[in-house]
């Protein structure tokens, strides 16, 4: 989301007449768009800060602003925690922020300037913001705001933009993408998929981030069934055990969340699969860790991406006892990680000898070639192909994270 923010303000500067993307020493404007989901996100921010501390005293006339969540969470308290920051404001009202800018640098400004042409392959757009899930855990709610969607005419007239500029692929952004309902007439996801899969000219579709409730047959069906959308689903579990699923509020049990992922598998052949999980919740006993780890070994997931739990003030949890020791939070997540690491290298290596169709997204110094599958793996390419490129390839080699066609 941030990335999408980051080009939406690049965007709206061109069209106050600003230059966006310059190196940062010929700035006159530092903006810095941040995310507060967990500490260590803020951490990188205030160091951030500090670094543009110096860069602002270098030459008169410099300044710096702060947008995304900790604006969000903390709001104008900023100002006064960090004197270096001119300005603070909220990325869903941008308006006044441009506003004021214009009028500031109204002699230098010559009308709007255009963008330069990309050569990116791929694009976030988002559909919805905010959030109205409320788990325990999550500051979400509370610094990107409600759930507020999109009209669909205009993701598919941005859609429709974006391929114009050469992007192949799109994932279609969200908080909690697939509670999207659009305002003109109540359609869903599905079908806002269904209209963006018929831009001419667009080769993949993905979308980020789901709620389990909210993956309907409905979805699934348009996943196996647009040809542009991708056989990938992201769906964030958190815990396989169903009490501390409880206490992080996710409003579903562990066989609810599995039956989801049999449909999906029943419905969508080759279907990858990724999740989020968190270890070291409040109150997690090994009994309920273990749970996690059984049905990791169940589900045996293509992708996991987990993190030990942090506390975040202003959340439910928050109010918790944070009684699972650092070091605990640390040597679960390790268990995790091996657990996954071979589960990974044995999907990925039951691939071996079959053929992949590979998005060449970039070429490396050696000369070689990488890119994603439609299933979101890796895939690194020994045949010569250039971005762009949709290649079929056959996997001679794999490991835990990455392929290597030919």
């Not at 995310?35 to 030459?59: F, I, N, Y």
């Not at 325990?136 to 429709?160: D, N």
């Not at 909690?176 to 899969?197: F, H, I, K, Q, T």
Request: charged share 25%.
């Amino acid at each position: 989301m941030n990335a999408a923010d980051g080009e939406s303000l690049a965007e709206q500067f061109a069209e106050i007449g600003m230059v966006p993307g310059v190196p940062l020493q010929d700035a006159d404007l530092a903006v810095l768009v941040t995310c507060a989901v967990r500490q260590h996100a803020e951490d990188r921010a205030s160091s951030h800060l500090g670094v543009l501390a110096s860069w602002k005293t270098m030459r008169a006339g410099r300044a710096i602003a702060l947008t995304g969540c900790m604006a969000g969470e903390h709001g104008e308290t900023l100002l006064r925690r960090f004197p270096q920051l001119d300005y603070v404001f909220d990325m869903r009202e941008s308006d006044g922020f441009m506003a004021r800018m214009r009028d500031l640098y109204q002699g230098a400004l010559e009308g709007p300037v255009p963008l330069p042409g990309s050569d990116r392959l791929l694009a976030y757009l988002p559909v919805i913001l905010g959030c109205n899930e409320m788990c325990t855990y999550c500051i979400v709610p509370f610094v990107r705001g409600r759930e507020a969607s999109r009209p669909a005419a205009e993701v598919e007239a941005q859609a429709r933009q974006l391929v114009g500029q050469g992007v192949a692929e799109i994932t279609l952004l969200g908080q909690n993408v697939n509670s999207y309902v659009a305002p003109e007439d109540g359609s869903g996801l599905p079908e806002l998929m269904a209209r963006v899969d018929r831009v001419p000219g667009l080769r993949r579709l993905r979308f980020l981030t789901s709620h389990p409730r909210n993956a309907s047959d409905r979805l699934l069906d348009a996943i196996a069934e647009l040809p542009t959308a991708c056989e990938h689903l992201h769906l964030p579990v958190q815990s396989g055990s169903d009490s501390c699923l409880r206490r992080m509020k996710r409003e579903y049990s562990v066989a609810e969340y599995s039956a989801v992922l049999e449909r999906a598998r029943e419905r969508i052949p080759g279907l990858g699969l990724s999740t989020d999980i968190i270890v070291g919740f409040c109150g997690e006993t090994e009994e309920e860790f273990e749970a996690t780890m059984r049905m990791l070994r169940q589900v045996r997931f293509d992708t996991v991406h987990v993190q030990a739990y942090s506390p975040r003030p202003g959340t439910a949890a928050y109010r918790r006892a944070d009684d699972v020791p650092l070091a605990v939070k640390k040597e679960r997540l390790q268990r995790v990680l091996r657990l996954q690491r071979r589960i990974s290298l044995e999907r990925n290596e039951a691939l071996v000898g079959t053929r992949v169709q590979v998005l060449v997204e970039g070429v490396a110094g050696d000369g070689r070639a990488f890119g994603r599958t439609r299933q979101n793996r890796v895939a690194w390419i020994l045949s010569e192909a250039r971005p762009g490129e949709e290649v079929s390839a056959e996997v001679v080699s794999a490991s835990a994270w990455q392929l290597l066609a030919a």
